[in-house]
């Protein structure tokens, strides 16, 4: 019995093992354990790879588009820079004439202009924004012509101010002598200063004394809209040469080259010659082209633009000369200017 029951044993455990190896002569089956963990260890050892390329591809990538990028950017730097200095020494070759052009013109001013203002006077107004190394040398270039400045007004940016209107009027009404009759009647303060300076500083058929005149200028002064350099001579001139700057630009702007170029008018309505000069002819409000346009005052008042440079200086000096021949010009190189400087007869 014992035998056979052994036998029976052992046959049921072979038949057991051949079951779970599976059928005969196949492989067992894996466990799921084992399944799992060779699936994510595939998963993990591709990915790795992948991003391994891509950062390899990138490096390499990067440097080879830094190289060509660098290589462009330092072709680009190196072609400015060359720019840079070839402009660089065209202004210096272009400061260089003009300095020379200058020294040219100002060592043939005396005998350009010898003779052609003598016996001549005239009275000089700056604005508010001339410079005064201008407002020096057209002096010196009148000088060099003969003429005699009387006087010299600079006129304040408080002149134009459109908050000092009401105090030039009310002081103009205050000081004005009786024999005074030609002032504006319209309220506008810089234009009846204006006018009365302008009628005090000028020779006119107004009834004026030298204390009125005293009188009327230090009261102006003391306003703080004018300075006066040196004395006023009494002898008073018919012409009159405003030296003007650049036109202004700040949030009045407009009220402020309104206000000058009134004060030009009345000046000029009382003038028998009047030259109005100024570094150019550009620039909103600019009195010079303001001039130029308008018909009427284009007929009367000469204009100079580039007063800055010693040519535009011999040109106002010399524009005053055709003056009293009774003619008007407009000079410069700025837009309305027939010549640059004009013609006059030996």
Known sequence: MRDGGGAGDLHHRTHLDATARGAVGQPGLP???????????????????????LAVGLVLGTAALNGTVQNQINEQVSGLRNSNGQLRDQ???????????????????????AGRLTARSVLLVSGPTADSDDTTQVVKMIKLAGGTVTGQVRLKKDFTDPNKEDALQDLAARITPAGVTNLPNNGVGVETASALLATVLLATKAQITDLNRTQILAGYEGLGVLDLDGEVSKTLPTAVVVVSGAPETGTDAADRNKAFLNVVKQFDAVAAQMVLAAPTAAGAGNPVASVRDDGTLAKTISTVDGVSLAEGQVAAAMALAEQFTGRAGHYGTGSGASARIPTLRS
């Open 31 to 53: 466990a799921a354990e084992a399944v799992f963990v060779i699936n994510f260890r595939y998963h993990v050892v591709s990915l790795t790879a992948v991003f391994l390329a």
């Open 91 to 113: 202004v210096e070759e272009l400061q260089t004439r003009a300095a020379s052009q200058d020294q040219f013109v100002q060592q043939i001013a005396p005998g350009l202009l």
